[in-house]
């Protein structure tokens, strides 16, 4: 047994079975004996304590103590690890480290393992930060089954690059200090009565090449809120926390933009004959076309019916039509009424005193576009280039994002030279999707480059007077996004009625409400939830109208309660109002009034609060 001690703090490590015991004051922390960190190679799986060689010392030096260990293997294949306490703060952190590399292939490093979390109670929770947030009690019915991007950090599958576990009001978070090629795994069967959460690490182009940490904080007399500002401080000492009132004093629209009502619509839809959405027994829904005239009837009938502040996000507006020929999407579509008909739905848009913006993309990388050479795809280490024709725009590589900008600055500029004023734009999936990898040795890309490589998209266009959004949000982007599509729970991505994985909360927007603006969907479903209460929980901004490009996709499911018009303008107002209000503020506290989460109440830093009944659909503000 190796052990180390600061003043309320005591880690041990068993050296035969490698379980790592972390004691802070009277709370214990146990690594799950059955759960052995383990090497997933190509030549098969390894437990660490497979290897031939492996020593384990205590040491001590200037800010912590702590014990490192070392494995090797007959083929020259090694590693170390060091898990040391921070006396000054008590974190702990566990650090992997590769010192060679031959010997294996590396797939997939399972390692710190997962905390004992076995008993069968309510008030024993996990939190995983799955798009907005999931509470999981160790009791809920529903059990955990895949999930998106395989939990992979920086993308849907973890909007922050931690998670953690509460019991009996102690609790830790384990956040991933480098999330680059890292995500969480958790196994939760029906009925509990254990969650199980861990880490996975990955190579970079084929090598683990870089030191991996991961900081644990452990709390007294917590919940999930404490969880949240343990992240949101260690956030604002990395420098990376940008407030609203910041990004505004930069770009003054961003106080325009709050308040606003999204209307989500297009032009011009084209699915080509290679996609997967292309159906040959029904050719209407391939093509489809809207006049930008007929859009500027829309936006002045929206303005008449009392409509204040609107922001609309034009899918489809350019000649291929939607989500195709990226990233050549010039000129504006012809057949619509071309750069006049759109310059002047734009002028209608800012005559009402709304906002205009555009969808656009910088990921996908189309076969069909005029300037598509295989070359600037992303290529991995293998030299293949993945491709794919799910789309609408049927075959495409990815962009290796370090093209990305180039092609930023030529469009916009040329958007600009038509007369087209834009107050915002979408760039597609930046914050949704994975960050790619590339090996080609002349544009060569780690995952942690491409996050770079798609904020100066971000920066140049604000630096452009031009607000920033994309698909969801992720932690890397909240210094350079405004506004995104969406920050659904995970939930709202399913057909309405589906099992909820856990208790929805708003983890994410107990860290980062004050710095990014989220439109929320509105529909209210029977025998469901009405998705307007989680727009009034989450502070959040209202969608008016919300035209998806692929139906029964990304969220987008028609509601069986659609009601008119009017009624939706009325209820967008209310949403709208509050947001006005506390949009700039810190959402500081949530709480779950009930233990089934029907009854919420968030608490803001201006003194507002709202609750929501959503067995009911009632709300209350206070």
């Known amino acids: 047994m190796k052990t180390i001690q600061c003043e309320n703090l005591r880690i041990s490590l068993e050296e035969e079975s490698l379980v790592w015991t972390i004691q802070k004051k009277n709370s214990i922390w146990k690594t799950r004996a059955e759960d052995r960190p383990l090497l997933l190679c190509e030549e098969g799986d390894f437990s660490f304590s497979d290897a031939d060689e492996i020593s384990h010392q205590e040491f001590q030096n200037g800010v912590g103590k702590g014990i490192k260990s070392f494995y090797q293997w007959k083929n020259g294949y090694s590693f170390e690890t060091i898990v040391w306490a921070e006396e000054a703060t008590e974190d702990v952190y566990f650090e992997w480290i590769p010192r060679c590399e031959t010997g294996f292939h590396v797939k997939k490093v399972l390692w710190p393992s997962e905390m004992e979390f076995e008993e069968a109670r309510d008030d024993w929770y996990t939190l995983l930060t799955l798009q907005q947030g999931v509470l999981l009690p160790n009791t809920w019915e529903t059990s955990l089954g895949p999930v998106a991007f395989d939990g992979r950090f920086e993308t849907a599958g973890g909007y922050m690059p931690w998670f953690g576990q509460v019991k009996e009001h102690a609790g830790y978070i384990m956040i991933c200090v480098t999330p680059w090629n890292a995500g969480w795994h958790a196994e939760h069967p029906a009925k509990g009565p254990y969650t199980h959460v861990g880490v996975w690490m990955e190579p970079s182009l084929g090598r683990m090449d870089y030191r991996r940490i991961f900081r644990y904080t452990f709390l007294e007399d917590c919940d999930y809120n404490d969880l949240c500002k343990t992240y949101r401080t260690y956030v604002a000492e990395q420098g990376r926390l940008r407030t609203l009132a910041e990004k505004a004093v930069q770009n003054p629209s961003v106080d325009q933009l709050i308040g606003c009502a999204f209307v989500h619509t297009g032009i011009k839809t084209s699915v080509q004959k290679e996609s997967d959405f292309f159906d040959p027994e029904d050719p209407e829904k391939n093509n489809h076309l809207t006049p930008f005239s007929v859009r500027e009837q829309q936006i002045l009938q929206l303005h008449e019916q009392g409509v204040k502040k609107l922001y609309l996000h034009l899918d489809g507006w350019a000649q291929p039509g939607y989500d195709n020929s990226h990233p050549d999407y010039l000129p504006a579509c012809k057949e619509a009424g071309g750069w006049e008909g759109m310059q002047s739905l734009a002028e209608t848009v800012h005559r009402c005193g709304y906002l205009f913006g555009t969808h656009d993309q910088y990921r996908d990388y189309y076969h069909n576009a005029p300037s598509y050479e295989e ?61 790619d990898e590339c090996d080609s040795p002349e544009h060569r890309m780690t ?28 932690d890397w982007a909240i210094e350079s996004l405004v506004f995104c599509h969406y920050a659904p729970y995970e939930f709202m991505m399913r057909p309405a009625g589906s099992q909820k994985l856990g208790i929805p909360v708003p983890l994410f927007n107990l860290v980062y409400h004050d710095c990014v603006i989220e439109p929320w969907m509105m529909e209210h479903f029977d025998d469901s939830d009405d998705y307007m209460l989680y727009a009034l929980i989450n502070g959040g901004a209202p969608y008016l109208i919300r ?20 009624e939706m303008i009325q209820r967008c107002r209310i949403v709208s109002e509050f947001q006005e209000k506390v949009a700039k503020c810190e959402l500081v506290h949530h709480e779950l009034l009930t233990k089934d989460g029907k009854l919420q109440r968030s608490c803001f830093s201006n003194g507002m609060s709202v609750t929501a009944d959503f067995s009911n659909g009632t709300y209350t503000f206070d």
């Open 547 to 566: 035209d998806a490009a692929y139906p029964n996709c990304d969220g987008a499911f028609a509601s069986d309660k659609e009601g008119d018009l009017l």
């Open 375 to 435: 070359q600037y795809a992303c290529h991995l280490p293998d030299g293949s280039v993945p491709s794919h024709n799910r789309w609408a725009g049927g075959w495409q590589s990815y962009l290796c994002a370090t093209q990305a900008p180039y092609y930023v600055k030529r469009n916009f500029s040329e958007l600009k030279k038509h007369g087209i004023h834009l107050d915002g734009t979408y760039l597609d999936v930046f914050t949704c999707n994975e960050g």
């Open 447 to 474: 995952r942690r480059e491409c996050y770079e490589y798609r904020s100066k998209c971000f920066h140049y266009l604000l630096s452009q007077g031009i607000l920033t959004s994309s698909e969801e949000v992720s």
